[in-house]
């Protein structure tokens, strides 16, 4: 019998190092792909010759038509404010001498997608980079209490990625290739209790994508999920960069070396750092009053500090009473 409890233990013991060992090698993956089996120069021109990236006028969009064009894509620009397309279009042109085509369109709606189709017609699109998404409640709060957008939160973060992969995703089957990127969240890995309606959409954003992969890998498409945290944009309140917070171009460029790393990624080192440590803490902890008290404390005085335009949104918030209601921050 003692011989029996001592063989299951160390069977128990075997399986949790095997665990920890596959997180090590998946987390290792992350350095040795991009050390030993850099992409090639030609490769994102290699899956055709448009990309099209959504939410493009600022942060990170803006980031990745920029970078994108830089090697050697014409790119096509989806985003709402006209006037910072034709802006950013032209500096884009002027820098990297790649074609810029711009489509406005206001990705909470949802009679858009014909006209984005016809504007579409007959290009070669080797890239998506499923991009525009809307964080509507800069502050934590309980479901009840969150500004009421549901309607426009799920056209722009679930309905645009499914509508915008429907419109493009058929022709690279045809041509088998296309890369195809969606911008989830860290928040979208695990549910994130005070940003429930956030977090949920991108994790559906993450759950799509990976499914997604399964089916259209054999046919030659890499679809990837991107899940960030802290990158400095106007979602973010331009926060100041630091370690943990990358500038979208700096986030942009390192991430786009893990394209070919798998179907998902954080992006960069230091995120995938943080999301490990993070797993680590056991699910109850996680989700305790003490520790979420910690959690959003911290986030919120690191957001006073770090944000640029602090004041006006915590005085605005704060009259709100989102947090004297629900956080003891
Ligand atoms: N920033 C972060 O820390 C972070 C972290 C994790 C994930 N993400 C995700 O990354 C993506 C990009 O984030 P970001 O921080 O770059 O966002 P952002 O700074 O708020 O916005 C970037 C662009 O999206 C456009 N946009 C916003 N709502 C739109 C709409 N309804 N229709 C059309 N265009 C719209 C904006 O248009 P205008 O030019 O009109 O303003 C802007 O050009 C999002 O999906 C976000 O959830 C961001």
């Known amino acids: 019998m003692g011989e ?17 060992l596959l997180k090590c090698v998946k987390f290792f993956k992350y350095f040795l792909l991009r050390l030993w089996n850099p992409l090639p120069k030609s490769f994102f021109r290699s899956m055709g010759e448009w990309a099209v990236i959504t939410g493009a006028g600022d942060g990170i969009g803006k980031a990745y038509s920029y970078e994108l064009a830089k090697r050697g894509l014409n790119i096509v620009m989806i985003s709402r404010t006209l006037e910072k397309l034709q802006e950013v279009a032209k500096e884009i042109e002027q820098a990297t001498g790649s074609h810029v085509k711009i489509i406005q369109a206001d990705f909470t709606k949802d009679d858009i997608y014909e006209n984005i189709k016809e504007n579409l017609q007959g290009l070669e699109i080797g890239i998506l980079v499923n991009n525009v998404g809307m964080f509507h409640n800069y502050f934590p709060c309980h479901f009840l209490n969150e500004p009421d957008e549901v309607q426009n939160l799920i056209h722009c973060n679930i309905s645009s990625v499914v509508k915008m992969t429907r419109l493009i995703l058929r022709d690279m089957e045809i041509r088998r290739k296309g890369l195809v990127l969606n911008m989830s969240s860290g928040a979208g890995l695990f549910p994130w209790p ?3 309606l956030y977090s ?12 997604l992969q399964v089916e259209y890998k054999e046919k030659g498409i890499i679809i990837q999920v991107v899940t960030p945290y802290s990158i400095s944009t106007p979602m973010t309140k331009n926060l100041n960069p630091s370690i943990i917070t990358k500038r979208a171009d700096e986030f942009v460029k ?8 798998g179907d998902e990624t954080c992006g960069c080192l230091a995120h995938e750092i943080l999301a490990h440590l993070i797993d680590l803490v056991p699910s109850w902890i996680f989700y305790s009053d003490a520790f979420q008290n ?3 404390t911290r986030c919120r005085n690191y957001l006073k500090q770090n944000s640029r335009i602090q004041e006006e949104i915590f005085e605005e918030e704060e009259g709100n009473g989102y947090i004297q209601q629900h956080y003891s921050g």
Do not use: H, P
């Not at 029996?4 to 920890?20: E, K, M, P, R, T």
């Not at 390192?254 to 790393?261: I, K, N, R």
């Open 294 to 296: 910690i959690v959003w």
């Open 4 to 20: 029996i409890q001592d063989q299951l233990l160390i069977l128990v013991g075997a399986l949790v190092c095997l665990n920890y």
């Open 194 to 196: 005070l940003c429930s």
């Open 200 to 211: 949920s959409t991108k994790a559906f954003v993450r759950m799509f994508s990976k499914a």
């Open 254 to 261: 390192e991430s786009l070396d893990f394209v070919a790393t």
